[in-house]
């Protein structure tokens, strides 16, 4: 039997570090370009698309939200990985519950406060695989880290973790965002290395 060794190696408990990363302790910030400064007061998110009916919600709305813990490791593509991050967030599968999706959907976009965007396939942030994260260890999560609201896609490499979110589209199109535009690889599998779009 052939194993996948990116496979293997993430249910491999004493192996948590992909290929080429190392492991940090602190939280690197990594932003193109200056914090946007969001109040919870004028934060708002909203979903929308090949849905039924969108959805807008306030940071009060979040919070009557269900929120789960989210124990995870996250890994950059400038090499650093952080085991154990403890973020506290809404599951995208209870939104997804609310929306009633179009049958034709395939992907999910991220937009941000800043103009940053990302694309995401729909199964990937489906079955327990990401959230929108409404704090980091239980306290607000800081501006430069994406407060007040982030998306949270740990599996795949953190720039599709969309800092500063304020809108999920769900599409029926693949929508290169601003990294995967600039040579970033469309996908970004950390255990397969897919760091640049020639990492194919
Ligand atoms: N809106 C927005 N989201 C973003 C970014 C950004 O510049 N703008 N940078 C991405 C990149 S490249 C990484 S590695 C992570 C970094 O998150 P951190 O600064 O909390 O470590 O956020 C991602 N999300
Ligand atoms: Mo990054």
Redesign the pocket.
Known sequence: MIINPGFKAKRDKSNRLPPGQYETTDFPV?SLGPTPQISKNDFSIKFFGLIDKEIEWSWEDIQKQPIVDVKTDIH???KWSKFDTKWQGVSIDYIIEKLNLKPDVTHVIAYSYDGYTTNIPLSDIQNNQAWIAVSYDNKDIESAHGGPVRLLVPHL???KSAKWLRGIEFTNQDKPGFWETRGYHNYGDPWKEERYSFDD
């Open positions: 990594l950059c593509v400038t490499y953190f720039w």
